[in-house]
């Protein structure tokens, strides 16, 4: 058995295509398993660090914003848009899989459309609500659209086979124990709040967080989490110096960092989550069925976790702030409301369990196995 995936970009592209590589390794040892992308991606490091092998290709994606670096930046996309294609058809031909699955992002684009002309069979997956330009693309051509919400049929070429498959979650995850948790941490019987806005950090939520800490801090009635980013370490102590939050490492209730790397933990702790809606964030929430306020980037392609945070708004599973509408107040103002019932966040929680879709892996790997079938 041979699969070639193609992905890259963003870790919400790369993690799904490696997580079902994973199974497949553990399924199937033998199998032949390649992974292209770009060689100065993050997906070159991460792909190598789980073992598999590495296929590079020179591929940019395009920038909407036009300043003289981007125009540049979209210069150099289409020379090696020109190369792209031959360079595909060269790796495709040489490992010859049985099936080549994309995951999104400017990488899987050239690659999938060259393995459907070349008659090979083809995967994409979507991981968003509101697809992306790739995934819109590519339906056209791919034996099947694999969905992580229904939601996001709707804006496909109606002629596409697909099936929804959610997105792949991490086991620990969704095994993780509420009560472990909380006694590791001693949060005892006080709400946790998680928050967090990526790995770089979101001003906007760092602003927000900081009002939202000086309004609870000082009672230690609320345990609180908050991942600042790489651009907040330094930017939320001042902000909190200005809400007369002097030194915040006083209050043991607060428990600041730059990155959380140990999310199955936090996570399962936590009451009420405040995050941004990206696609992968939102399925675990789902998974550990976990009350969310969601404050979607309004910095992404054609604004999808806006559209992504909405499933779980109309699902009664989460509240959504625009983040041209945040301010720390209403922040403030939506905890209250939130935590003031305690037996409102359970139901909020319950309702987001009921759309998780906890066997996404075996899902997709079940999609990838059939047409393996058919190709043979």
Known sequence: MRILFACGGTAGHINPALAVAQLIRQKHPEAAVLFVGNPTGMEARLVREEGFDFAPIQIKGFQRQLNWHNIQNNIRAIIYLTTASARAKKIIEDFNPDVVMGTGGYVSGPVVREAARLQYKTITHEQNA????????????????????????????????????????????????????????GIGNRVCLLSF?????????????????????????????????????????DLLNKQGIQNYKQYPNLDIREYISDMPVCLAAADLVISRAGALTLSELQAAGKASILIPSPNVASNHQYYNAMVLQNADAACVIEEKNLTGERLVDTVKDMIADRSRLTQLGRNASKIAILDSNERIYNEIMSLIQKSK
């Open 130 to 185: 509101f697809p992306g330009v790739t995934t819109k693309l590519l339906s056209r051509y791919v034996d099947k659209v694999l969905l992580a919400v229904p939601e996001a049929e709707q804006y496909l070429n109606p002629k596409c086979k697909y099936v929804v498959t959610g997105n792949p979650i991490r086991q620990d995850i969704i095994f993780a124990n509420r009560e472990n948790a909380r006694k590791k941490m």
């Open 197 to 237: 806005g990526g790995s770089n950090g979101a001003r906007a939520i760092n602003e927000s967080i900081a009002r939202l800490m000086a309004w609870h801090c000082k009672t230690g009635e609320i345990y609180h989490i908050h991942a600042t980013g790489r651009y907040g370490v330094d930017l939320l102590p």
